[in-house]
């Protein structure tokens, strides 16, 4: 089990200065053509392999793809090994803030 939060209640948090670990499994073009400043990118083709790069104590892990989708996907199987995650409803595309492109 898993929790959500919509893209504005991300951009608030992330506007008030909360430090935040926010993974993005998107792919690497999609990446590329924009992200979050503060997102991490741990594509989901990869997350079973990079798991462990996840910090213990940086919980809970904030997820979010392109719609929803992926990072749902992300979330069930990262809360299956024990993770406390939130999946970022509406994803990428919902999304309101900054983006930046590039790596």
Not at 19 to 28: F, P, S, T, Y
Not at 35 to 64: K, W
Not at 71 to 92: D, F, H, K, P
Request: proline letters at 3%.
């Amino acid at each position: 089990m898993y929790g959500e939060i919509s893209t504005d209640e991300l951009l608030q948090k992330l506007e008030a200065g909360e430090k935040l670990c926010l993974i993005d499994v998107r792919e690497a073009d999609e990446w590329q053509d924009g992200h979050i400043e503060q997102a991490i990118h741990l594509p989901l083709s990869a997350l079973p392999a990079r798991q462990g790069e996840l910090t213990e104590g940086e919980e809970p892990f904030y997820i979010i793809c392109r719609s929803g989708n992926r990072s749902g996907r992300a979330c069930e199987y990262l809360a299956t090994q024990g993770y406390e995650v939130i999946n970022v409803t509406g994803g990428m595309l919902n999304w309101n803030g900054n983006a930046i492109t590039g790596e």
